[in-house]
């Protein structure tokens, strides 16, 4: 995939970035509420969003009409510090109006076969997800779907991720059939440590991020590979 196909956003840093995707965020809640009267969006796990969540919390949104699901989540016991629900829980959910039946978590402390079947049929009360919000690991995954993992290619709604090189390696991951049929789909992406990975995105290789067709690329300057911006 080539610079010119990528839908690319480069912002000066990540604080900058976090705050015009969350502006983001909360303009297409309003427009699919106004449209459907309702908005569902999967959130991105990791570190990188934290900052994103915590400007989003202090935004207008009919949080009532929002249905928010998890791209994925770490096998872990419920409320462990590690998982993407207890941050998204810590730097957004608690804060905001969300009724609890809003807010679908995924219960991988279940077991990844276990809560892979029961997401996939929460999941299948809807036609698709609104929106998408989506990390890149340095070794160029998204969601909890690795390079040369048999989950990444499967077709699966919800796939169970094992052997996972980012730990732990039992996970639990949205598939990329659900990641590409989203409506909207954003990276979050910041750091020098992923310039390598945005490098050879740039310079085309398949890495599980650029599998992800038509997303919106949020980039900050310490991780894009390009001085001249
Ligand atoms: C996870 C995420 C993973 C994350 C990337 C980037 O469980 O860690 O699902 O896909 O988004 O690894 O992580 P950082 O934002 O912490 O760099």
């Known amino acids: 995939m080539s610079e010119y196909q990528l839908s690319l956003t480069v912002h000066e840093d990540q604080a900058a970035l976090s705050l015009a995707v969350a502006r983001q965020i909360a303009k297409s809640a309003k427009q699919a509420i106004a449209a459907r009267g309702s908005f569902s969006i999967a959130l991105a796990g990791g570190d990188t969003p934290r900052r994103c969540y915590e400007y989003l919390r202090e935004l207008p949104v009919d ?9 994925d989540e770490r096998c872990l016991p419920a409320g462990e510090a590690q998982r993407n629900d207890t ?49 890149m690991g340095e070794d160029g995954h998204t969601a909890s779907l690795f390079p040369g993992n048999a989950a990444t290619g499967s077709l699966s709604p919800v796939v169970a991720v094992f052997d ?45 991020a650029a599998q992800i067709i038509g997303a919106e690329w949020h980039v900050d300057r310490a991780a894009w590979p390009d001085e001249q911006i």
């Open 63 to 71: 949080w009532a009409s929002v249905q928010v699901f998890f791209g």
């Open 87 to 135: 941050m998204a829980y810590e730097s957004l959910l608690k804060h905001v109006a969300i009724p609890v039946q809003n807010v679908h978590r995924i219960h991988a402390e279940l077991g990844a076969i276990a809560a892979a079947d029961l997401y996939a049929a929460e999941l299948s009360q809807i036609d698709r997800l609104d929106m998408v919000l989506l990390g």
């Open 164 to 208: 996972a090189p980012k730990p732990p390696p039992e996970r639990v991951s949205l598939g990329m059939s659900t990641l590409n049929a989203a409506h909207e789909k954003l990276f979050l992406i910041t750091g020098a440590g992923k310039r390598e990975p945005l490098g050879r995105i740039k310079q085309g290789s398949l890495l599980p």
